[in-house]
């Protein structure tokens, strides 16, 4: 018994409890009297640490599994790296999920961030003001930079500085410019290069030392492009006066060219110079022949900010504030648009080999495209806006400039980007075709797609250039229809995915469509409260104001004779075909969505209350509350029998009810969820969701397939999304990547990005507590507070921006001051905002406006006492009437609503 027990205590002590049990065991047999107790005690003690030996072996090979996965995981983001910034982030994220110590891989993520994107090589500082302007010389090794304070600096290829020419207002310099340099030229033979801006002088520079040789030409109004024409034996400039005018070198003006009503905001030579085209702020972009005479005007219907012929000098490229770039023939043919942009389109020019376009916008990204409009590249390495591109001669090197007070020269990646079979944003809304074979879906990628129930994508419907909000198919099925955020709806071949006509008109973004069972008649709703009754041909019937804020929620009822238009007003109005109000419900706060019962005697709506109630059609009156959801419910649709319907909430669960308001099954996506809809059969139903996916279900719940996802995009469903709003002008653009935000804490902690993350996440809490005076005001102060914190630890370029953030936070503070009717302290936010963001004053402004409640003169007359701002915001609303018209819906949106609002517009 002896020698079983002392072997038994050293495999023991060796850690080996497995054989020492069997030892212990052995020992047992030969054990007497109080022997058996000890040998007992430790055969029970052996058998704990063999359990806990197998938990720590368990717990080491999980662990390693993980490591190993997220080893794997972030070995793949670098490959993704190079050809999809955003990828890239997102599967190094899932990496760190897997292992959240791994400090590897938390650094792999700062670099693809920092980086900001694969290809850019040297960064070019511009005295800290942003870039306007950016131009290679001729023989491709240096490049010039045109800056906000109008200095002019030219560096080489490696990011050495060639030469400064400093500006005038900022640094004294005689010679220099007084204002922003818009523009830059070289010469044909790179011997000088000119430069123009703000303060509307043509300077000319030594190439090779920037020594100043003279003012070429002076054009009395701020100047914003200059192009030296093909034979080098005149130059044009374009100009704040409205004309473009042609120079010979000796400063004479030899034509002048006026078409446009405003401001001529780009010009340029046809190659063989038969041509000039100009481009404004008016929308129009004009063709010119050399004798002066106006060849051809096309209408872009937004501003347009640049333009260029192509080397054939057959096509026309041009630049938009629609966020897109379009190509043109000369015959005024639209040939393609480039649509993927979520900012104004800033530049856009041809490859020097006109096989590739290159886009520069307001979304803080370049994109290279080919010319059949397919995208090739993101240029994702600006943390504020891209104002202007540039492509060196020789064909090796893309150039972009902007906001961020820096210039970046970048490798031409022309590895044509994936395509993949997804939405890349939130689907906000999901129909099913007529027949049930179909689903169409439509989100904030500007992008509606038709899939199979397969889930195999058939066809993009591309043309819309801001986010759509509905979707449908007419009733034969062979044609699809969408509407949205760009003011137009679109009726498209449901088969080729062809635009077959655009309903334009709209004057605010359009919330929802709706289409008549028999095909005859179109109704839209928009977000002024508008309705407008279309034909089946397309043709506007009736126009009328239904509503005092957004019609969020639209359907025909099944006699055909009436429709429903739901409100963030909180109402329901069912109206017949005449235009006429035939019934009002009443609800206790907004409506997101509805639907009829089949055989029209009721009416169910979801909104902001967490409830779906079902409302009688006869009397108006409700009829049951349906308890279930814990968020908003944004989606309600009856089968086709109308015993069951289904539910989608922001709380991310769908639910299956029946008609007594039993939930009878219930789906939990990541995110929320924004719209349902139910096949003709009643056999399966569709979800759309803020995590871009759309996924079928049947009716016992059961997942039938995902829309949306690939191989390459599963490793981002290892992720919630979760979407940071309002991040745009934080450095890296982190909303673009869909990374979630306690990734992101964990990678940078109090990091300046850390904190103004932490800072944003109050801030969206601050503003979803509109209702709550209170605890918004607290939420708004730690906003503040962080973002300061994160200001002090940032450098004096990256300032600039986290100011932006704060004048954000500042500008909600004061909403939500107004909302609840606290103008004067409204007043004193909006003030405090100021000193962060002057711009802001456009919404002290507004503040002065619903204080006045309408009454201009008195409104003016008090911002005009505020300081030498308001006559700069007062311009800025006359000259963009759309931030008016924005401004002024916001008080509608809280129920401040001017009692004499269409003097109010009048006057302005």
């Given at each position: 018994?002896?020698?079983?027990?002392?072997t038994?205590?050293k495999?023991?002590?060796?850690g080996?409890a497995?054989h020492?049990?069997?030892?212990f065991?052995?020992?047992?047999?030969?054990?007497?009297?109080?022997?058996?107790?000890?040998?007992?005690?430790?055969i029970?003690?052996?058998?704990?640490?063999y359990i806990?030996?197998?938990?720590?072996?368990?717990?080491?090979?999980?662990?390693?599994?993980r490591?190993?996965?997220?080893?794997?995981?972030?070995s793949?983001?670098?490959?993704?790296?190079?050809?999809?910034?955003t990828?890239?982030?997102r599967?190094?994220?899932?990496?760190?999920?897997?292992?959240?110590?791994?400090?590897?891989?938390?650094?792999?993520?700062?670099?693809?961030?920092?980086?900001?994107?694969s290809?850019?090589?040297?960064?070019?500082?511009?005295?800290?003001?942003?870039?306007?302007?950016?131009?290679?010389?001729?023989?491709?090794?240096?490049?010039?930079?045109?800056t906000?304070?109008g200095?002019?600096?030219?560096?080489?290829?490696?990011?050495?500085?060639v030469?400064q020419?400093?500006?005038?207002?900022?640094?004294?310099?005689?010679?220099?410019?007084s204002?922003?340099?818009?523009?830059?030229?070289?010469?044909?033979?790179?011997?000088?290069?000119?430069?123009?801006?703000?303060?509307?002088v043509?300077?000319?520079?030594?190439?090779?030392?920037g020594?100043?040789?003279?003012?070429v030409?002076?054009?009395?109004?701020?100047?914003?492009?200059l192009?030296i024409?093909?034979?080098?034996?005149?130059?044009?400039?374009?100009?704040?006066?409205?004309?473009?005018?042609?120079?010979?070198?000796n400063?004479?003006?030899?034509?002048?060219?006026?078409?446009?009503i405003?401001?001529v905001?780009?010009?340029c030579?046809?190659?063989?110079?038969?041509?000039?085209?100009?481009?404004?702020?008016?929308?129009?972009?004009?063709?010119?022949?050399?004798?002066?005479?106006?060849?051809?005007?096309?209408?872009?219907h937004a501003?347009?900010?640049?333009?260029v012929?192509?080397?054939?000098?057959?096509?026309?490229?041009?630049?938009c504030?629609?966020?897109?770039a379009?190509?043109?023939n000369?015959?005024?043919?639209?040939?393609?648009?480039?649509?993927?942009?979520?900012?104004?389109?800033?530049?856009?020019?041809?490859?020097?080999?006109?096989?590739?376009?290159?886009?520069?916008?307001?979304?803080?990204?370049?994109?290279?495209?080919?010319?059949?409009?397919?995208?090739?590249?993101?240029?994702?390495?600006?943390?504020?806006?891209?104002?202007?591109?540039?492509?060196?001669?020789?064909?090796?090197?893309?150039?972009?400039?902007?906001?961020?007070?820096?210039?970046?020269?970048?490798?031409?990646?022309l590895?044509?980007?994936?395509?993949?079979?997804?939405?890349?944003s939130?689907?906000?809304?999901?129909?099913?075709?007529?027949?049930?074979?179909?689903?169409?879906?439509?989100?904030?990628?500007?992008v509606?797609?038709?899939?199979?129930?397969?889930a195999?994508?058939?066809?993009?419907?591309t043309?819309?250039?801001?986010?759509?909000?509905?979707?449908?198919?007419?009733?034969?099925?062979?044609k699809?229809?969408?509407a949205?955020?760009?003011?137009?709806?679109?009726?498209?071949?449901?088969a080729t995915?062809?635009?077959?006509?655009?309903?334009?008109?709209?004057?605010q973004?359009?919330?929802?469509?709706?289409?008549?069972?028999?095909?005859?008649?179109?109704?839209?709703?928009?977000?002024?409260?508008?309705?407008?009754?279309?034909d089946a041909?397309?043709?506007?019937?009736?126009?009328?104001r239904?509503?005092?804020?957004?019609?969020?929620?639209?359907?025909?009822?099944?006699?055909?004779?009436?429709?429903?238009t739901?409100s963030?007003?909180?109402?329901?109005?069912?109206?017949?075909?005449?235009?006429a109000?035939?019934?009002?419900?009443?609800?206790?706060?907004?409506?997101n969505?509805?639907?009829?019962?089949?055989?029209?005697?009721?009416?169910?709506?979801g909104?902001?209350e967490?409830?779906?109630?079902?409302?009688?059609?006869?009397?108006?009156m409700?009829?049951?509350?349906?308890?279930?959801?814990?968020?908003?419910?944004?989606?309600?649709?009856?089968?086709?029998?109308?015993?069951?319907?289904?539910?989608?909430?922001?709380?991310?669960?769908?639910?299956?009810?029946?008609?007594?308001?039993?939930?009878l099954?219930?789906?939990?996506?990541?995110?929320a969820?924004?719209?349902?809809?139910?096949?003709?059969?009643?056999?399966?139903?569709?979800?759309?969701?803020?995590?871009?996916?759309?996924?079928?279900?049947?009716?016992?719940?059961?997942?039938?397939?995902?829309?949306?996802?690939?191989?390459e995009?599963?490793?981002?469903?290892?992720?919630?999304?979760?979407?940071?709003?309002?991040?745009?002008?934080?450095p890296?653009?982190?909303?673009?990547?869909?990374?979630?935000?306690?990734?992101?804490?964990?990678?940078?902690?109090?990091?300046?990005?850390?904190?103004?993350?932490?800072?944003?996440?109050?801030?969206k809490?601050?503003?979803?507590q509109?209702?709550n005076?209170?605890?918004g005001?607290?939420?708004?102060?730690q906003?503040?507070?962080l973002?300061?914190?994160?200001?002090?630890?940032v450098?004096a370029t990256?300032?600039?921006?986290?100011?932006?953030?704060?004048?954000?936070?500042?500008?909600w503070?004061?909403?939500?001051?107004?909302a609840?009717?606290?103008?004067t302290?409204?007043?004193?936010?909006?003030?405090?905002?100021?000193?962060?963001?002057?711009?802001?004053?456009?919404?002290?402004?507004?503040?002065?406006?619903?204080?006045?409640?309408?009454?201009?003169?008195?409104?003016?007359?008090?911002?005009?006492?505020?300081?030498?701002?308001?006559?700069?915001?007062?311009?800025f609303?006359?000259?963009?009437?759309?931030?008016?018209?924005?401004?002024?819906?916001?008080?509608?949106e809280?129920?401040?609503?001017?009692?004499?609002?269409?003097?109010f517009?009048?006057?302005?």
């Open positions: 018994m002896k020698n079983f027990f002392t038994g205590r495999l023991y002590d060796s080996q497995d020492a049990i069997d030892q065991k052995a020992a047992r047999i030969c054990a007497t009297g109080a022997q058996l107790d000890s040998v007992d005690a430790w029970a003690r052996s058998n704990m640490a806990e030996n197998l938990t720590k072996a368990r717990d080491e090979a999980q662990s390693n599994a490591r190993a996965a997220a080893t794997a995981l972030a793949k983001a670098w490959n993704a790296y190079r050809t999809d910034h990828l890239a982030l599967i190094a994220a899932a990496a760190l999920k897997n292992d959240p110590g791994n400090t590897d891989i938390q650094q792999t993520i700062r670099s693809i961030v920092n980086a900001g994107a290809f850019y090589r040297v960064t070019l500082k511009s005295q800290e003001f942003a870039v306007y302007a950016l131009a290679f010389s001729p023989n491709s090794k240096s490049i010039a930079l045109g906000w304070d200095s002019v600096i030219c560096y080489d290829l490696t990011g050495k500085p030469f020419a400093l500006s005038a207002s900022r640094y004294f310099m005689p010679n220099g410019h204002g922003t340099a818009h523009a830059l030229a070289w010469s044909p033979d790179g011997a000088f290069l000119l430069s123009t801006g703000l303060d509307g043509v300077k000319k520079w030594e190439a090779g030392t020594n100043f040789l003279k003012n030409a002076r054009v009395r109004a701020e100047t914003y492009d192009e024409s093909p034979d080098g034996n005149n130059f044009l400039t374009a100009s704040r006066d409205s004309a473009v005018r042609i120079w010979d070198w400063g004479k003006t030899l034509k002048t060219l006026r078409g446009h405003s401001d905001n780009a010009a030579y046809a190659p063989n110079q038969q041509y000039i085209a100009t481009a404004g702020k008016d929308g129009l972009m004009i063709v010119w022949d050399t004798a002066g005479n106006i060849v051809r005007r096309f209408d872009h501003v347009v900010n640049s333009v012929f192509s080397s054939d000098n057959q096509m026309i490229l041009t630049g504030a629609d966020n897109t379009k190509l043109w000369l015959d005024g043919t639209l040939l393609t648009t480039y649509g993927g942009h979520g900012g104004w389109v800033r530049s856009a020019i041809f490859s020097p080999d006109g096989k590739y376009v290159l886009t520069g916008s307001w979304d803080n990204t370049a994109k290279i495209w080919s010319i059949d409009g397919s995208e090739i590249n993101t240029l994702a390495g600006h943390w504020e806006k891209v104002e202007a591109v540039a492509w060196s001669p020789d064909n090796q090197n893309i150039a972009t400039g902007g906001y961020d007070f820096t210039a970046k020269l970048w490798d031409v990646p590895n044509l980007k994936q395509t993949l079979n997804r939405h890349t939130s689907i906000n809304t999901v129909t099913v075709s007529p027949d049930g074979q179909k689903i169409l879906t439509g989100g904030q990628d500007l509606a797609k038709i899939w199979g129930t397969d195999n994508l058939q066809q993009d419907l043309g819309h250039t801001d986010e759509l909000y509905a979707v449908g198919f007419l009733p034969d099925g062979k699809a229809i969408t949205g955020k760009d003011r137009t709806v679109r009726i498209w071949d449901a995915g062809k635009g077959i006509k655009i309903l334009e008109g709209h004057t973004a359009i919330g929802d469509i709706a289409c008549s069972s028999d095909g005859k008649w179109i109704a839209t709703g928009e977000h002024n409260g508008f309705i407008r009754l279309y041909e397309g043709n506007v019937v009736k126009t009328w239904g509503h005092k804020k957004r019609i969020t929620a639209m359907q025909f009822a099944p006699d055909n004779q009436h429709f429903v739901g963030r007003d909180s109402t329901a109005v069912i109206w017949n075909i005449e235009g109000r035939t019934q009002t419900i009443v609800n206790d706060t907004w409506i969505c509805l639907n009829y019962t089949p055989d029209g005697k009721f009416l169910y709506t909104g902001r967490y409830k779906i109630k079902r409302w009688r059609i006869s009397d108006a409700l009829d049951k509350i349906f308890y279930g959801h814990t968020e908003e419910v944004y989606a309600v649709a009856v089968l086709p029998k109308g015993d069951k319907l289904v539910s989608g909430s922001w709380d991310g669960s769908a639910k299956i009810w029946d008609t007594s308001g039993v939930v099954q219930n789906v939990v996506h990541a995110d969820i924004f719209d349902a809809a139910v096949s003709p059969k009643g056999d399966y139903f569709v979800t759309g969701s803020r995590d871009n996916i759309a996924r079928i279900y049947d009716l016992n719940g059961k997942l039938l397939n995902s829309i949306g996802i690939d191989e995009q599963n490793y981002a469903q290892l992720l919630k999304s979760t979407a940071i709003e309002n991040l745009n002008s934080l890296f653009s982190f909303i673009r990547y869909g990374i979630p935000l306690e990734y992101l804490e964990m990678v940078f902690s109090d990091s300046p990005e850390g904190l103004a993350l932490q800072a944003n996440e109050f801030l809490i601050g503003k979803s509109i209702e005076l209170e605890s005001l607290v939420s708004f102060g906003s503040q507070k973002y300061l914190e994160a200001r002090q630890k450098s990256a300032v600039h921006h986290l100011d932006s953030c704060l004048a954000e936070c500042y500008r503070q004061t909403n939500h001051l107004i609840n009717r606290k103008f302290e409204a007043l004193e936010s909006a003030q405090a905002g100021l000193q962060y963001y002057p711009l802001e004053y456009l919404h002290i402004f507004s503040v002065i406006t619903a204080l006045y409640a309408g009454k201009y003169d008195m409104a003016l007359s008090k911002a005009l006492s505020l300081n030498d701002q308001a006559l700069h915001t007062i311009g609303y006359k000259d963009y009437k759309e931030a008016f018209d924005g401004e002024l819906y916001y008080f509608h809280f129920g401040i609503f001017c009692p004499d609002e269409e003097r517009l009048k006057k302005r």
